[in-house]
């Protein structure tokens, strides 16, 4: 069984640019969750995408928007990058959107804007 | 709205000493509480949960979590410490009405001292 996949590991981005970034769910998920992890704090919640239709958002503006396939994959686009938009950014994919569905991360994405 | 604080963010102890990483969390309605384990570079990797029954939870790696309704408290502990087990640890909460949004502390980096 294959897990969570993530594209790019690094990237490199400078400020007032745009930036996608994709997500491979693991096999039987169709549940992509997207978070946001700041150097030295936890994950936040950035937005979920079920059956391809948005699932629910955090307080992030609307240049942060995502896409989900009919294969269940994801992307996330972020636009008009800012400094503050440096993170590890993780995809998690669950085998329903239920609140005890576990979520199972991937790797990560180290996204630097400059 | 759920929130999960951790105390403590740093937590040094000797290899096979006891570890106690303390979790509380506020939630309007009953939670579902997480465990992950983040090492250097790499994602979120589950170590526990609780949903709904027994309040003792056993997870991978010889590590436990207690569910304490009246102190809202889920603190993670192992009887004995590893070298392998220094990395940073992140409490979560979710509840059915988000879906699988997760909510996490901000994080516990702990250190195993030979």
């Known amino acids: 069984e294959t897990g969570v996949t993530q594209s790019p590991t690094h990237l490199i981005k400078t400020r007032g640019q745009q930036v996608t970034l994709r997500c491979s769910s693991q096999?039987?998920?169709?549940?992509v969750s997207w978070y946001q992890q700041a150097l030295g704090q936890g994950p936040q919640f950035i937005f979920q995408y079920y059956r391809e239709e948005e699932n629910g958002r955090g307080n992030f503006p609307p240049r942060f928007s995502g896409l989900q396939f009919p294969n269940y994959s994801s992307e996330l686009n972020v636009n008009a990058l800012e400094l503050d938009d440096s993170a590890l950014y993780l995809c998690?994919?669950?085998?329903?959107?239920?609140?005890?569905?576990?979520?199972?991360f991937g790797p990560g994405t180290r996204l630097t804007v400059l | 709205a759920q929130s999960v604080t951790q105390l403590g963010s740093h937590v040094s102890v000797s290899e096979g000493a006891l570890v106690l990483l303390r979790c509380n969390y506020s939630?309007?309605?009953?939670?579902?509480l997480f465990w992950y384990v983040q090492y250097p570079n790499q994602g979120l990797q589950l170590l526990l949960k609780?949903?709904?029954?027994?309040?003792l939870v056993k997870g991978i790696n010889g590590f436990e979590a207690e569910f304490k309704k009246s102190e809202t408290s889920f603190h993670l502990t192992k009887p004995s410490a590893h070298m392998s087990d220094a990395a940073e640890y992140f409490c979560a909460v979710t509840e059915e009405t988000s879906g699988s949004r997760l909510t996490f502390g901000e994080g516990t980096q702990l250190t195993v001292n030979p």
């Open positions: 939630s309007s309605v009953p939670p579902y």
């Open positions: 096999s039987g998920h169709n549940t």
């Open positions: 609780y949903t709904t029954g027994a309040t």
């Open positions: 998690a994919s669950s085998r329903t959107s239920g609140g005890t569905d576990t979520q199972y």
